[in-house]
């Protein structure tokens, strides 16, 4: 079965700082993966998916994450990091081999603290 | 943007009530799911439903869970007889196709008391 591991619970930068937020993966067939931000009492947002196409990924509000197959990775970073930023955010990999009714398996995620 | 919008927001039922959670996916998603997340953990994959019936369930989705889709706009989760453990964010989802991403509604916040 597909899973995810992201590590580190809680992550603390400076604002303007890089940030990085740490996806591995296990899949047995080709992953697509992606990230998702949930501010406090809100639902969960797409910033980004990999599926195969290019493997560093751009998405919203000047994130983007890479691939990297060898390493069964898919980081997530943001060369400045903003107050605005500070959120939950969660990788997650597509269930099943492929079905179109695949959902997602995510991981338990990392919460991001943005330091004045 | 099409949105996914899911009522009410937040429910409050009595232990051993019966729960119904609704949603409007988008209307041209042809699949459609639901999760969970208790209050600080992971988001947590229940059931995926395409062509009007179950595709995947996952463990926790038991016998007290059902999904039906009524008509042609909702989607509803079903709960037989609450318990304390089921209280969390429950959120739905739709995708045309899985590599296209998957749209989250706001989420319905379950309290059983």
């Known amino acids: 079965a597909q899973s995810v591991t992201q590590l580190g619970s809680h992550v603390s930068v400076s604002e303007g700082a890089l940030v990085l937020l740490r996806c591995n993966y296990s899949?047995?067939?080709?992953?697509?993966l992606f990230w998702y931000v949930q501010y406090p009492n809100q639902g969960l947002q797409l910033l980004l998916k990999?599926?195969?196409?290019?493997?560093l990924v751009k998405g919203i509000n000047g994130f983007e994450a890479e691939f990297k197959k060898s390493e069964t990775s898919f980081h997530l970073t943001k060369p400045s990091a903003h107050m605005s930023d500070a959120a939950e955010y969660f990788c997650?990999?597509?269930?099943?081999?492929?079905?179109?009714?695949?959902?997602?398996?995510f991981g338990k995620g990392t919460h991001l603290i943005i330091q004045p | 943007e099409p949105e996914v919008t899911q009522t009410p927001s937040h429910q409050v039922t009595q232990m051993g009530q019966e729960v119904i959670l609704r949603c409007v996916p988008i209307s041209n998603h042809l699949y459609f799911y639901w999760y969970r997340q208790i209050l600080g953990q992971k988001v947590e994959f229940l059931v995926s439903f395409y062509n009007n019936e179950i595709s995947e369930k996952s463990e926790i989705f038991d016998d007290q869970f059902s999904v039906e889709r009524p008509d042609g706009s909702n989607f509803t989760l079903k709960i037989r007889s609450t318990k304390l453990e089921d209280s969390a964010m429950y959120f739905c989802?739709?995708?045309?196709?899985?590599?296209?991403?998957?749209?989250f509604g706001s989420g319905t916040r379950l309290t059983v008391v």
């Open positions: 990999y599926t195969s196409a290019a493997t």
């Open positions: 899949s047995s067939v080709p992953p697509y």
């Open positions: 997650a990999v597509r269930r099943g081999t492929g079905g179109g009714a695949d959902g997602l398996t």
């Open positions: 989802a739709s995708t045309a196709e899985g590599s296209k991403g998957y749209t």
